[in-house]
């Protein structure tokens, strides 16, 4: 494959990952988020900071990088389960402009000039780079995705499940609405962290303007056109965003509006996204599925 290739799909692995995350927040625990990229560079900067300036390899800052992640996303997951539907939305693009106003405006974090030189992942003394790297995300994606199936089929997901669905009816059967969604918090920036982590190490120079405001309405674009609550969805709906701005490159000036213009289209004619409940993929494919089975 080119290296051009294998850079775009390297990058929308990352996302990918980085989506699941958020997919376990909005999808399966049914709390807003439009701050997701706040917790993706939180990852990335820990592992910069980690790696450049205390001299931590990739690996030994890979535990760290993802506790931290997680840790932040219980702290200021705390204030947002206070509140529902617009003030949450509107609490996640606050925190999303705090912390890439830290990023930005704190020295430690290397200011308005960013953070570089972070360097290559090593494996087997191995620097990695090209389809290495691209192989090692992948192999990142699928343990994500296996922590995600395996979520769906835990009793925690039935508690998420119901408190997305009717959260005082689940209260009333015992269902700590608090737990269970500072739980969703934990394991979505957790897997945020772990993508950023590969983003800064691939990049190997990270800005405030790496995780702004835009590239969490691109995350949620992409979970909703994949379909939210699903295993595949994030994938999907990464994929396809993924390669339509280079497909449709003349047009990148216009890429916020196009992915406000395809939310709002999708809740329009189809809220489950692609691969979602009611989606027109799963009518064309149920009878299929039904006749391999029989």
């Not at 699941?20 to 709390?31: D, F, P, R, S, W």
């Not at 995350?219 to 994938?235: A, D, E, N, R, Y």
Request: glycine fraction near 14%; aromatic fraction near 14%.
């Amino acid at each position: 494959m080119s290296s051009y290739v294998i850079t775009i799909g390297t990058i929308i692995v990352i996302q990918a990952i980085a989506v699941c995350g958020l997919n376990v927040i909005v999808g399966y625990a049914g709390q807003i988020s439009l701050g997701h990229a706040a917790f993706f560079g939180i990852g990335a900067y820990s592992a910069a900071i980690l790696t450049t300036k205390a001299g931590f390899s990739f690996w030994t800052a890979l535990p760290l990088v993802i506790g931290m992640s997680g840790f932040i996303g219980l702290l200021l997951g705390l204030p947002s389960i206070r509140v529902r539907e617009d003030f949450l939305a509107i609490t996640t693009i606050g925190i999303n402009f705090i912390v890439e106003a830290v990023f930005r405006y704190v020295q430690f974090f290397g200011g308005a000039l960013g953070i570089g030189g972070i360097p290559r992942i090593v494996l087997f003394g191995i620097k990695l780079k090209g389809i290495t790297f691209f192989l090692l995300c992948l192999g990142f994606l699928i343990v994500v995705l296996f922590i995600c199936w395996w979520f769906t089929r835990s009793w925690a997901s039935l508690a998420c499940y119901a408190i997305r669905e009717e959260e005082t009816a689940a209260s009333t059967m015992g269902i700590s609405p608090v737990r269970f969604k500072l739980l969703a918090f934990v394991i979505g920036t957790a897997m945020a962290g772990l993508g950023g982590s590969l983003y800064a190490h691939y990049m190997q120079f990270i800005s405030a303007g790496d995780f702004s405001f835009p590239v969490s309405v691109a995350f949620l674009s992409m979970l909703v056109l994949g379909g939210m609550g699903t295993l595949w969805g994030p994938v999907v709906g990464t994929l396809i965003l993924g390669v339509l701005p280079e497909v449709f490159r003349p047009l990148v000036d216009y890429r916020i509006f196009f992915y406000t213009l395809l939310l709002l289209l999708m809740i329009r004619f189809q809220p489950g996204g692609i691969l979602g409940e009611g989606s027109v993929v799963r009518r064309i494919l149920a009878p299929i599925l039904k006749g391999g089975r029989a």
